[in-house]
């Protein structure tokens, strides 16, 4: 692979951008969540309209992976913090250091902007979460569920 370019995105990749989002919501949740446009949208745009933003991974002239950052607007947060909330490699470029590279730019833009800490949401299975892990992301909560079917519960 040659040398990868990592910029902000421009108007017109983020709208393709989130597009591409929307139809990879179901891999990136390891089947949680199906691909729903609709859902998606209410979930990504108004990040994108409240500062969040694309970097993208460009391998010669073709997109090969981004990820979207923005600030935390979590008010239980007391700190500056700063959201991963997508980060998706092509599979051709997967386990290459594509993520690893978008995710030390993102970090030095969370810097610039003074976070002091990021977070981020991974499913259980996802296998991006080791790159986390391997980047000093560590567990802080976890969320778990029941299906509510006849005969479940007490």
Same mark, same amino acid.
């Given at each position: 692979m040659s040398y990868l370019i990592i910029r902000k995105s421009s108007p017109i990749e983020t709208n393709m951008l989130l597009e591409m989002t929307l139809n990879v919501m179901s891999e990136s949740s390891m089947g949680f969540v199906q691909n729903n446009p609709q859902l998606g949208l209410n979930v990504f745009v108004p990040y !994108? *309209? *409240?500062? #969040? @933003? @694309? !970097?993208? #991974?460009i391998d010669k002239t073709m997109i090969v992976g981004w990820v979207l950052i923005g600030p935390d607007f979590n008010p239980l947060n007391t700190q500056n913090t700063g959201s991963i909330l997508s980060l998706y490699v092509f599979p051709l470029y997967r386990k290459k250091g594509v993520g690893k590279q978008l995710m030390i730019r993102a970090f030095d833009e969370f810097k610039k902007q003074g976070f002091q800490k990021i977070q981020l949401n991974v499913y259980a299975d996802n296998p991006a979460k080791q790159l986390y892990k391997r980047l000093g992301f560590s567990d802080v909560s976890s969320v778990m569920e029941i299906e509510l079917n006849e005969g479940t519960g007490n």
């Open positions: !994108l *309209n *409240n500062g #969040a @933003y @694309y !970097l993208v #991974a």
